[in-house]
């Protein structure tokens, strides 16, 4: 630049004084291609205290500084933003990646925009390049496009300015089964994602406004032509100057199918209540009010469905006993189950029926409620009553009966479960299964008779084969229904006449 006071020089002044203490980067080229000045923020950009250290000549700072674009391809000579300006090219917003020479990995990213000042014969005069750093923005857009692309829940971007989309993440493309270049470029109403959405106009209009879309039920469309349930929300972000919005889904398709198999599931037990041949009804756990009940608790009971149904056994006087109601209530609070518990039924005219009770807790519509079952055994009792009877008239004289005659009454008179007899069990076997019938694992057995594991499962496998079952479950039942409770139990030996 030449030193003269000339009224070039003094506006050259002048325009460098302005510019001296401005945050972006201003760089000075003269048409001979010399680099005249830089401010300080333009030296502080590349790293550079004084002006020489930039280059003096814009070849000069071609050799002391590689640059690239953000797609990690080198600028060529003529492409630099130098040459650019210097052949007289206008440009805005070019993003460039800076490196000093030697170097693999670029320092800053810079934005650089150019200006030409024309003199009175509107011939340039000075060529202006206007550099801002863009890095701390450039690396906060990779580390939200890296944590975007690693994110597992599906995302989509739009820009707002055309609604077409600019990102889309794995997760989407791994949810819907679109390839990548199939979503990016598509419209957002081509893609719709708001398809069939009871706020979809409420969407469109936040999406045209710039803000928040709240959550709502739509369905995606799917590239084999079927379809998704998914919930969609809207958030505006900017990506650069850009305004887009980031779209997120939840896939509602598991629920979709869950819903439908536990629609499936109580239609299937709807039915099997509806036509199940044992009485059978429904009540809330709180309160026990009867919710349903079926045909053959009507049929047998002789109450209708309008009289039981909102009312609890209490106000119907369903058991002959109040106690007997409290006690299996308290039970199944307790204990949340119960099988086989002997009770009297009471009719709606007053009759009595004994039965067997089981009880357990179903969900039913999300809340909880008492499946109870009732089995008649009326009958069956009253089979007992006369067999017991007419064991105890025939017993009443024995003196004609052998004593092998005698001990078979005597045990029919205390009535064992059929099979009792027949299982030839030593008094070791018989005190394992007690242990058994009690819960107790092979472990537990063990430490208890301070015999090794090995032992206890030889006598286990013994006793199955002796009582013919296969499963400890089995074996559990045959030792109860027999009265082997215990480590010391015996099995009741026949009554003497």
């Known amino acids: 630049m030449v030193d003269t006071l000339d009224g070039r020089t003094v506006e050259r002044r002048q325009l460098q004084q302005i510019i001296a203490g401005l945050t972006e980067g201003v760089i000075l080229i003269d048409p001979d291609q010399t680099i005249s000045w830089a401010n300080d923020a333009a030296l502080r950009m590349h790293g550079v205290a004084a002006l020489a250290d930039l280059g003096t000549t814009v070849d000069d700072y071609r050799d002391r500084f590689q640059l690239r674009y953000r797609n990690n391809h080198p600028l060529a000579e003529g492409d630099y933003p130098t040459d650019r300006v210097v052949a007289g090219e206008v440009f805005v917003d070019v993003v460039v990646e800076v490196a000093r020479a030697g170097c693999d990995e670029p320092e800053w990213v810079h934005r650089v925009r150019s200006l030409v000042l024309t003199d009175a014969r509107d011939q340039p005069d000075c060529l202006v390049l206007i550099v801002t750093d863009a890095t701390d923005e450039m690396q906060a857009i990779e580390r939200f496009e890296r944590s975007f692309n690693a994110n597992p829940a599906p995302a989509l971007i739009c820009r707002v300015s055309d609604l077409r989309y600019i990102r889309v993440n794995q997760g989407f493309l791994d949810m819907t089964g679109y390839a990548r270049e199939a979503v990016i470029g598509r419209s957002v109403y081509d893609l719709d994602v708001m398809e069939a959405a009871d706020k979809r106009e409420l969407g469109k209009q936040r999406l ?30 900017e990506i650069g100057d850009e305004k887009c919005m980031l779209f ?80 299996l209530e308290k039970e199944l609070v307790e204990g949340g189950s119960f099988r086989g518990r002997d009770a009297k039924l009471k009719t709606k005219d007053g009759a009595v029926i004994d039965c067997l009770v089981s009880a357990d807790t179903v969900t039913i519509g999300g809340a909880v409620c008492v499946l109870d079952v009732f089995q008649d055994i009326s009958e069956r009792k009253a089979s007992e009553l006369e067999l017991v009877a007419a064991i105890e008239e025939v017993m009443t004289d024995t003196t004609w009966f052998s004593r092998g005659v005698m001990e078979k009454l005597a045990t029919m008179r205390s009535p064992q479960p059929a099979g009792a007899l027949k299982a030839d069990l030593s008094p070791k076997e018989r005190q394992v299964l007690g242990l058994v019938s009690q819960g107790l694992d092979d472990a537990e057995i063990a ?33 109860r229904e027999r009265g082997i409770v215990g480590p010391d139990a015996e099995r009741r030996k026949p009554a003497k006449a």
């Open 447 to 479: 430490d208890k008779l301070c015999l090794s594991r090995n032992t206890i499962r030889n006598h286990v496998a013994r006793i199955y084969a002796k009582i013919g079952v296969h499963r400890r479950s089995e074996a559990i039942v045959w030792a």
């Open 208 to 237: 045209a406004e710039w803000a928040t879309i709240p959550q709502m039920e739509s369905c995606l469309q799917l590239p084999a032509g079927e379809s998704k349930l998914v919930i969609t929300a809207g958030q505006p972000i």
């Open 248 to 327: 997120t889904f939840a896939d509602l398709e598991p629920r979709r199918k869950a819903e439908s198999a536990l629609r499936n599931s109580e239609e299937k037990f709807a039915k099997t209540f509806r036509l199940a041949p044992v009485p059978m009804k429904i009540c809330t756990l709180d309160g026990f009010r009867i919710l349903d009940v079926n045909e053959a608790f009507l049929k047998e009971t002789g109450w209708s469905a309008d009289e039981v149904i909102g009312r609890s056994p209490a106000e119907i006087e369903l058991w002959e006993a109040a106690s007997t109601r409290r006690k």
